[in-house]
């Protein structure tokens, strides 16, 4: 069991570029999101998914694209990359019945992304 | 809504005597609430969660915490810190689970030092 798995781990962007942040997991999760860390700010959610073909926003989706064609991979697209996007990206999933009740999610390594 | 506070945003110890990290939210709900731990360059590891049985809560790595509803707290504690435990720790909430958007409200962290 891989877990769930994040690439690439550390990428960088000139303004203007796009590129896709892959996730994936190994656990028949339902549940997939991402979340963005920002110092002093904890982690916020970006965009989640509650099963193939559905997402839907979350906090911070402004500049972010997602979309979920199977169960397992859950992919992060930045448009056209701006520097306030520059962060370290976290991708997490759950099952749902685990997230109705509130449960845990399991995360990623994250991916630091600098954008200049 | 919920929110999270973590009171302290760097705390340092000696190897060896009592770690206490605090953490107070607010909720409307019945909370779950998690203790999330990050290494450097690492990912989030659960550490130890609340979801409504018992009070006291014990985690990985000797960790745990206390739920106490009438000061909304739920503090982090180990009785003896080793090296190994510095790093950065987040105290989580989950959001309203009939939300079901399965957000996960996190603290601003606190990082936590031990000195040899």
């Known amino acids: 069991n891989a877990g769930v798995t994040q690439t690439p781990k550390f990428q960088v962007l000139k303004t203007g570029q796009s590129m896709t942040l892959q996730c994936a997991q190994d656990m028949n999760h339902e549940y997939m999101s991402w979340y963005r860390q920002d110092p002093g700010m904890g982690l916020r959610l970006i965009h989640y998914s509650v099963g193939a073909g559905i997402t839907d926003q979350g906090e911070v989706p402004n500049g972010y694209n997602v979309s979920r064609s199977t169960t397992e991979d859950f992919p992060l697209r930045l448009l056209s990359a701006a520097p306030s996007q520059t962060s370290v990206y976290f991708c997490?999933?759950?099952?749902?019945?685990?997230?109705?009740?509130?449960?845990?999610?399991?995360f990623g390594p994250g991916t630091r992304l600098t954008v200049l | 809504a919920q929110s999270v506070t973590q009171l302290d945003s760097h705390v340092s110890v000696s190897e060896g005597t009592p770690v206490l990290l605090r953490c107070n939210y607010s909720?409307?709900?019945?909370?779950?609430l998690f203790w999330y731990v990050q290494h450097p360059n690492k990912g989030l590891q659960l550490l130890l969660k609340?979801?409504?049985?018992?009070?006291l809560v014990k985690g990985i790595n000797g960790f745990e915490a206390e739920f106490k509803k009438s000061e909304t707290s739920f503090h982090l504690t180990k009785p003896s810190a080793h090296m190994s435990d510095a790093a950065e720790y987040f105290c989580v909430v989950s959001e309203d689970p009939y939300n079901q958007g399965g957000k996960l409200i996190f603290g601003q962290g606190t990082e936590l030092s031990v000195k040899p």
């Open positions: 997490a999933s759950s099952s749902l019945g685990r997230v109705a009740v509130g449960g845990e999610q399991f």
């Open positions: 909720s409307s709900y019945s909370p779950s």
């Open positions: 609340y979801t409504s049985a018992a009070t």
